[in-house]
């Protein structure tokens, strides 16, 4: 039996030593295996249901366990989303193990915070890591013409080399962009022409020009990307977007749900997106824009802070990582178009390697197989080797490459410790969830049969009650403070009084002239901070 021995190596962050003599792709689940997870953690007795959204163009389920105890509805509630992009199966991973976690493990932590968790988004482009023909897919089942040329999926990838991958090819040309990477000519990168490079090689996917336009893998078997179909900055006419934003079921299905979830505060997408290790920045500019492409100023300051908590709890540390968000995807919706507090990590990322002169690579590749050999794993490259290819005649054509999905997920081995942390930072997260509560409560008699009751409500949190893009959206629901007596019997207040927002930490004073005797109760909050009750005698 393989035997793979982890260990963390101080001073590098997560970085696992990991002895194989290959990265098998079979390591991760596959989508029964996880509907069988799925299926026990929600199994009788747990505080986990199980439901389906939809099923996709391929027949497949889009889950959504709800964890919780009580009224759920009512009670604070982040979600956590995996498989954003079906080529990042650890994603798909670390969903399902927080869910896992969660019911096993942390089950006080549902007394007053509501989970949804939503294990795989893309769950046709998922099933290409098992498939016989193995490629970073990201787009499902729709059948879907790409180039507009009247013919479906007719210039897909093509298996040159029949080794049941899809890598890269490249073809020798004094025309070609390309050039190989001097410490490591293994890897492929364009020519800078400014520094007088001169490139070697065009580049392309590994596949044919079926229709003869000169283009290659540019019509792929495969549909709409999820992580490409939102409403924010939707890429209209781009590849894998769709014709339109939210076009494809499982879009179409998951928006449709969150929109009745009026109690979610907070959003963790698992995705090649990150503000988690490094806060995104503010930009005045297009924050004072009409159509709001910064996340607000204050808002940006409740990222840097949950990012502090993050990288405190996580403790690899994110290497050449530069994407904060591409148009078209769910992270940046969950914050710009639907108003809550949005957080996205990939989760793992190629550990920093140094080579013998001490630097550091410049290149990712290069970095990432440089890593890859210090770790024993042998399989993650496939070596440039001659094909006959019928559309370049004379020419050499050589097939090589990262192999697929080993760039974007560590070894199956890994995925536990990695999870583990992910786990307890989102629990951090939900601790500090707004808390509605009563304090400094006076009541005096006036005379008269007459009564001012006097308190603060104060939100018991280091995150307000709404981020600020959701109080400019005016789509989360006000905090609503009720008193339950006749409004005949109110002199002075108000019956029912909507508060727009409470920052950290930050109170409000009410106060209220009732008549008559007796008790009244007091109830303040909102779906997404909880509530707060006080009984107060008369």
Known sequence: MKKMYLSLVAGAGMLFSVHSTTLAQGDYPTLSQVTQRLQAISGSGSAAKLSSLTKTEGGKDIWVLKIGKGDM???PAIAVVGGAEGFHVLSVELAVQFAERLVKEHSQILERTTFYVFPNMSPDAYEQYHA??????????????HDRDGRVSEDGYEDLNKDGLITLMRVESPMGDYMTLSSDERVMVKADRSKGEKGAYMVFPESRDNDKDGKFGEDLREGIAFNRNMTYKFPIF????????VSEKESRALLDYLFDQWNI???VTFSPANNLSAPLKYNAADARKRIITSMLEKDVAINSMVSGIYNKTVSQKAYNQTNQGTDGDFFQWAYFHFGRLSFSTPGWWVPEVKGEDGKSYSNTEANFLAWASGQGLNDVFVPWASVNHPDFPGQKV??????PFALHNPPYAMVNEIAKEHTDFIIQLAEISPKM???NLKTEKLGNGLTRISVDLFNNSPLPTHSDMGEKSRWLRKVRVDINRDAKDIISGDKIKLINKLGAYENVSLSWIVKGSGSVDLKAGAAHTGFATLNVRL
């Open 73 to 75: 509805d009512n009670k």
């Open 265 to 267: 505060y907070a959003f």
């Open 398 to 403: 050589e097939v090589g490459g990262i192999r």
């Open 132 to 145: 016989s023909l193995k490629y970073e897919r990201r787009g499902n089942a729709s059948n879907v013409d």
């Open 437 to 439: 509560e009563f304090h």
């Open 238 to 245: 781009t590849p894998l977007a769709g014709e339109y934003a």
